[in-house]
């Protein structure tokens, strides 16, 4: 609308600008036109009054030689071209002498031009109809003449006046001709004006397009991750169900919460937030299959929605982003590699919500299942009534106090479950009866489990712990013990909960039992617990490679660690092709040993 408005202005502008340039060029080209007609015949006409006129025609009439020889100049300057007619006249209108000899002694009533050259004694010059000519008798045979009245003087008095008719169609072509150039320069600049305003415009209108839908969807897009914020997020969930839902299709969801992202921010600052959160979200959206959608949905969660075959395999999306993360670490400052870990929560519509809101509300309650499973983990929507993931009330207390170590904390649990694996595989090795073996593998299960009563904010912490936090960890030993004292012949896991941080060189805690006095059970879960926390990524760093945790619990033995016991646990990891690798179940057979045995 603009533009035709510009347009429409440019346009009228252009014809005011043509019109009043043609009127001036004309005025202009007329004047100067018609003076130099004038300049010339004034000059011809001095030749004329110098060689052929007798000053005595002025006050008494021509003799017929005379006569003549005006006739015969007059004849001569009608003949220079487009002169049509030349007549000598006195004041009064009366023909002395003109080319067409007959002509002589005519008397034409003078009209208010003639008047004008014999009182002002100036040449009087018209461009008119040939109606309007005031010649003498004849036809001059145009229809527009130049007439001019030259006057000649003597003594200050206007004696005689030249009159000559030229024909006036050459001389309005000439001037049409002009009005049509200056018109066609005007228009053909008014083009190229116009031609250069519309790309202009064109150029200015497709910016402002493009930034107009720059900023809009900039309104729909979360400033640090590029997806879609929160409120366009949900408003494309809500297009896609009614989409499908007459359709009979579905729709996925999957609701992913970063871990310790609180604490991330609390002990490294919100860039370090930030840097968790944009790692995550580039893995996401390169992972995502198509049809899918991401967006920002909170402070550390991620939303993603995929419908029709794309929401067949959130699961796998999901648990592939975790996989992923696994060889993604952070450092900040002066702390180690730190670990990136998520939860997931996933449903399904129509199955597990028909609307928005519902739909989601149980995607939060599959998301704070895996996090209250301490994590690390992706739950998918239970439907109603469905109880198969729910602990029953019907546990015995053992198994009871593990779930309570997994719900706590998911690195706790795996710890927990690792322990138990080496140290019953070092037991068996040092030749441990059966009877010892099903009891350490409790203890090696239960060693930690004072530690769902640390705070999560120490517990979880994403960096070095300060001495006053390390105090507090240091007191899950004496609270495991307490949960586990009431357990019925438990006496001997007691030992492993309680005394498992003690040392050989007795700088332990919580005792301070040195060498031999520290229980058998809780050497052996010492060494397993050691090499569980170097073989097992934790909040506050990645996991060390095993031949590097080898190494260092080398040089713990016979400070930290039972020598002898370290010995047997090493040489079997390195020969033993059975021997248990970090996350990976007993009986597995996918080790390698280090070294083979001679």
């Known amino acids: 609308m603009l ?9 009228a502008v252009v014809g005011v600008t043509a019109t009043a340039q043609a009127v001036m060029v004309s005025v202009y080209a007329s004047t100067t036109t018609l003076d130099a007609y004038v300049q010339s015949d004034l000059a011809t006409v001095r ?16 003799s017929a030689d005379q006569l003549a020889r005006m006739s015969s100049l007059m004849g001569a300057l009608s003949s220079k071209g487009q002169i049509l007619r030349v007549e000598l006249r006195r004041p009064d209108g009366s023909i002395i002498a003109a080319n067409d000899a007959s002509l002589a002694g005519q008397a034409i009533a003078p009209d208010a031009d003639f008047q004008a050259a014999t009182q002002g004694a100036n040449a009087q010059v018209s461009l008119i109809p040939v109606g309007e000519a005031d010649a003498g008798p004849g036809d001059l045979g145009t229809s527009n003449v130049l007439r001019e009245y030259l006057p000649i003087s003597l003594g200050g008095q206007v004696v005689l ?64 991750t590029g997806a879609l914020n929160h409120g366009a997020a949900v408003g494309l969930l809500a297009e896609e169900i009614e989409r499908v839902r007459a359709e009979g299709r579905g729709v996925g969801v999957a609701l992913i919460d970063i871990d310790g992202f609180r604490a991330l921010n609390d002990t490294h600052g919100h860039a370090a937030g930030d840097e968790a959160l944009l790692a995550v979200s580039r893995r ?27 929401a067949v395999d959130l699961l796998g999306l999901v648990e592939g982003l975790r996989s992923s993360l696994l060889e993604v670490s952070l450092a900040f400052e002066s702390s180690e590699r730190l670990p990136i870990t998520i939860s997931g929560g996933i449903a399904s519509y129509p199955e597990h919500g028909s609307s928005v809101s519902a739909l989601l509300s149980t995607a939060v309650r599959a998301l ?66 059966e009877e010892f073996l099903r009891t350490i593998r409790v203890a090696g299960l239960l060693h930690d489990i004072g530690k769902i009563g640390i705070p999560d904010q120490v517990l979880r912490k994403p960096g070095r712990l300060t001495a006053g936090e390390m105090d507090v960890i240091r007191q899950h030993v004496a609270l495991g013990d307490m949960i586990v004292r009431e357990l019925p012949d438990v006496d001997t896991v007691r030992a492993a909960v309680r005394h498992h941080h003690e040392r050989w060189d007795g700088n332990g805690y919580l005792t301070g039992l040195a060498g031999e006095d520290i229980p058998l059970i ?43 016991l370290v010995k047997v646990f090493i040489d079997g990891l390195e020969t033993d092709a059975d021997a248990p690798l970090p996350g990976v179940d007993l009986g597995t057979t996918l080790w390698t040993p280090l070294r083979q045995a001679a």
Not at 47 to 62: C, I, K, M, T
Not at 289 to 299: F, K, Q
Not at 301 to 307: D, F, G, H, N, T
Not at 384 to 406: H, M, N, R, W, Y
Request: hydrophobic share 45%.
């Open 3 to 11: 533009l035709f408005i510009v347009f429409g202005v440019l346009l």
């Open 47 to 62: 030749g004329f009054v110098n060689q052929g006129l007798d000053a005595s025609v002025v006050s008494s009439a021509p």
């Open 161 to 224: 006046v030249v009159s000559l008719w030229r024909d006036g169609a050459p001389i309005l072509g000439q001037l049409d001709g002009l009005r049509s150039e200056v018109v066609l320069v005007t228009l053909t600049a008014a083009l190229i004006a116009a031609a250069t305003l519309y790309l202009v415009f064109r150029s200015a209108q497709g910016r402002l397009t493009r930034q107009a839908e720059a900023l809009v969807e900039a309104s729909r897009r979360d400033a640090l």
């Open 284 to 310: 996401l959206e390169g992972a995502l299959p198509g049809g899918a959608t991401m967006g920002r949905y909170g402070p550390d969660e991620l939303l993603v929605v995929a419908p029709d075959a794309a």
């Open 368 to 433: 704070e299942e895996a996090k209250a499973s301490g994590g690390d983990a992706v739950r998918v929507a239970r439907l109603e009534g469905d109880e198969e993931a729910a602990v029953s009330l019907s546990f015995d207390v053992l198994k009871g106090l593990v779930i309570a170590v997994d719900t706590k904390d998911r690195y706790t649990k795996r710890h927990s479950e690792d322990v138990s694996r080496y140290a019953s595989y070092l037991a068996a090795r040092i030749g441990q009866p």
């Open 522 to 564: 809780a050497r052996i879960i010492a060494v397993a617990d050691a090499f569980s926390a170097m073989t097992t990524t934790r909040p506050y760093r990645k996991a060390l490679p095993i031949e590097e945790a080898i190494l260092r619990l080398g040089d713990a033995a016979g400070s930290q660690l039972d020598e002898r």
